[in-house]
Every structure is written in C-alpha cells, then in structure tokens.
Nanobody
C-alpha cells in the first residue's frame, strides 16, 4: 500500500519561510491530483492547495494565495509546499493528501486515512 510522509515543518517567526515535502514511499502518485490541508487547534481541517498530476494546474485557498507555492516532482514521487510570508494564523498541522476532490469551489479531503500523511507541525510566532 505504501505511505505518504511529510517533512519540513518547524517553528518560524512571522514573515519567515518554510518548505514542506510529502514523499510517497512504496507507492506512486503520478497520475492523481495531490493536495495539502491543515488543521489548527480547535478548528476543522481546511484546504490549503492542490496540484494536478502534470503540475500544470494549481489551486489555492484565498488565505494563502500569493504566499504559498505548491509543486511536485513525479520522478521523485514528492510534492512540496513552499510557504512564504508566514503569519501566526498559518500555525497548524499540515497534511498531504492523495486524490482530494473538488465539488464546486470547495475541496474535500479523501476519507480513507491511507491517502493521508501523518502530518507536519508548523508553528509561526509573532
């Protein structure tokens, strides 16, 4: 079955940058949409960004548009999220997800936990 493994989280000051990685181990995700979601303490999980299998199309939540950049390297089975100009409200656990679905203007995470990584904590101090 394989798994998705996130890395790159940490603590950063407001205005700083971090890059998250999501590596597929024992599986490939070349031909599906991949995405990032996040969940802050006491809040529901929310969509952050998604990328088509070719990388030619990307989608972002309004809250991160212009600051975050999603990308992927299918040859390495790895997806990235470059996070710039970080704000305290970006503090959350970030999850990569395989094959999220969009209905209308809203993105939904896959219900099967096998399609999720374990999460990577991002903390932004003011």
């Amino acid at each position: 079955q394989g798994q998705l493994v996130e890395s790159g989280g940490g603590l950063v000051q407001a205005g700083g940058s971090l890059r998250l990685s999501c590596a597929a181990s024992g599986r490939t995700f070349s031909y599906v949409v991949m995405g990032w979601f996040r969940q802050a303490p006491g809040k529901e999980r929310e969509f952050v960004a998604a990328i088509s299998w070719s990388g030619g199309s990307t989608w972002y939540a309004d809250s991160v548009k212009g600051r975050f950049i999603i990308s992927r390297d299918n040859a390495k089975n790895t997806m990235y999220l470059q996070m710039n100009s970080l704000k305290p409200e970006d503090t959350a656990v970030y999850y990569c997800a395989e094959d999220p679905r969009r209905y209308g203007n809203k993105w939904y995470a896959p219900p099967n936990p096998d399609y999720w990584g374990q999460g990577s904590q991002v903390a932004v101090s003011s």
